[in-house]
């Protein structure tokens, strides 16, 4: 929609093929529903930083043209009011994504963009280095559209339900691209342990986790945990998600959940051994309802192997310790990521170095261009990935009407 829309708007006549009957399907189900528009990091070096790669150095340049301030920009003289909630995240005043969404209807509408609503893209038909036509299926027809330049912003694979269902790893394959194997990224994790069932729905809004391998911890993280039926979820996790499923291909991983991560081991044994001093006649269930959520206090009491019914003086020695080690090192053993249906983003995708940065150009069909999550290109949560879905297809919009004067 940014690229058709810049387009336009840079005096192209341009036509968009979009395969669902309504445009942005996805977008309505980003923040929840409320749409983490972007990030307001406005020193482009930090926001490129923040994407945890080298190769995202490819995004300087289009994010100089259009980067956070200019998208904030964009949507605010466009009628949406926009604000600004904790840790950068950039909203709608309003809370509904269906706002961004109709700014960027209003830009298509403006720029006088031609949509064909159910029409799905088949295939390109080249001569030499050119693409001449795409091939698209509509109303059971099979169709071929012309056209001078062509642009493909078809996103990853996540949500496939969405639309994105990876067809332009293909197209760009058959053009003579190389694509990086598209993998789920922000993905919620699934551990081992059946029982975390029993966790479902519970969160923590301060715990550490430590990413083990091989007994080394790989990775530490601060900050909430939120557990489902087959294993943990959260904006935490779903940010260190695409170094879990890395670590994954190697071998085994655990992850210890620190559930008192203000306390040293020595510190949060002093804690125990006062507080059952103090609540001597109370039963351990109870005691440790008061420290924790009810379901995870049972679920610690049952991994420690006690009673829940004893009383606090008569827990021995023994159990007190293993009590304690739970509470540092609450292990789960990872089976996986959850896949591209529960994915937020793909990692992996159009090998960057076949694309000109600046132009978004391919460099090797001279009339292509791409945008979005399709490129090899991915984020953390906090409106990273739609930041890079906005400049990338400002800067492919723009070009392709450049190129054609
Ligand atoms: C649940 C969820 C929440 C998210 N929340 C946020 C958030 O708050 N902030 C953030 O920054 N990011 C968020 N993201 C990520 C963000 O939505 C994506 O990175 C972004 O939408 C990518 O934009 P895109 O235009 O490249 O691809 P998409 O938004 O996936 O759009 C691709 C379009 O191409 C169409 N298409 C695909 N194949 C064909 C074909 N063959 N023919 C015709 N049309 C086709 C699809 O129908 C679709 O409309 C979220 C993702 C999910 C799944």
Same mark, same amino acid.
């Given at each position: ?8 708007? $840079?005096?192209? !006549?341009? *036509? ?14 980003t923040?929840?529903?409320r ?9 482009d070096k ?12 490819f *995004?300087? $340049? ?13 949507f ?7 604000? =600004? ?8 005043a ?14 298509l ?9 159910? $029409?799905?893209? *088949?295939?390109?038909?080249?001569v ?41 790893? /293909? ?40 990413i083990? #391998?091989n ?8 900050g ?16 260190? /998600?695409?170094? +879990?499923?890395e670590?994954?291909k ?9 559930l ?17 001093? @103090? ?11 008061? =420290?924790f959520?009810q379901?995870?206090?049972? %679920?610690?009491?049952?991994?420690? @192997? =006690?009673d ?10 023994d159990?007190? %310790? ?8 609450? !292990?789960l ?5 959850m ?7 793909? /990692? ?7 694309i000109?940065?600046?132009t978004?150009? /391919? ?10 999550? +399709? *490129? ?5 949560t ?5 930041q +890079? ?8 919009g723009e070009?392709?009407?450049? #190129?054609?004067?």
């Amino acid at each position: 929609m940014m690229a058709a829309g810049r387009a336009g708007e $840079s005096g192209a !006549r341009v *036509l968009l093929l979009e395969k669902n009957k309504s445009l942005g399907k996805k977008l309505l189900m980003t923040g929840n529903g409320r749409c983490n528009l972007t990030q307001a990091e406005f020193d482009d070096k930090e926001f490129v930083k923040k994407l945890n790669d080298k190769k995202a150095k490819f *995004l300087f $340049s289009s994010l100089a043209s259009f980067g956070p301030e200019e998208a904030i920009d964009f949507f605010e003289k466009r009628g949406l009011k926009i604000k =600004i909630e904790k840790t950068s995240r950039v909203f709608p005043a309003t809370d509904k994504a269906e706002d961004v969404l109709g700014v960027l209807v209003g830009y298509l509408e403006k720029n006088k963009v031609e949509i064909i609503f159910g $029409s799905e893209v *088949l295939d390109f038909e080249t001569v030499g280095e050119k693409i001449k036509a795409v091939k698209i299926k509509h109303q059971e027809e099979v169709k071929k559209i012309s056209a001078k330049n062509f642009i493909i912003a078809t996103g990853g694979k996540s949500y496939p339900a969405t639309g994105s269902s990876g067809d332009g790893y /293909s197209w760009a394959k058959s053009l003579g691209h190389t694509i990086v194997p598209p993998a789920p990224a922000l993905a919620p994790i699934k551990v081992k342990e059946g029982w975390i069932k029993d966790l479902q729905g519970l969160k923590l809004e301060d715990a550490r986790i430590s990413i083990v #391998q091989n007994g080394k911890e790989m990775e530490m993280k601060r900050g909430e945990i939120l557990f489902t039926h087959f294993g943990l979820s959260g904006p935490m996790i779903l940010n260190i /998600s695409k170094k +879990i499923g890395e670590l994954v291909k190697n071998g085994e991983v655990g992850i210890e959940i620190d559930l008192f991560p203000n306390l040293d081991a020595t510190g949060l044994d002093g804690y125990i051994q006062r507080k059952f001093f @103090e609540n001597s006649k109370k039963e351990i269930k109870t005691f440790l309802g008061q =420290i924790f959520p009810q379901r995870l206090a049972d %679920k610690i009491i049952f991994l420690a @192997e =006690i009673d829940p019914k004893k009383k606090l003086n008569y827990v021995t020695k023994d159990e007190r %310790k293993r009590l304690a080690d739970l509470m540092k090192d609450f !292990r789960l053993n990872v089976e996986g990521l959850m896949g591209f249906n529960q994915a937020m983003v793909t /990692s992996g995708g159009v090998n960057l170095k076949e694309i000109d940065s600046k132009t978004m150009r /391919s460099k090797k069909i001279n009339n292509l261009f791409f945008a979005g999550e +399709i *490129l090899d290109l991915d984020g953390p949560t906090g409106g990273y990935n739609l930041q +890079i879905a906005w400049s990338t297809g400002y800067a492919a919009g723009e070009n392709t009407a450049k #190129q054609l004067k």
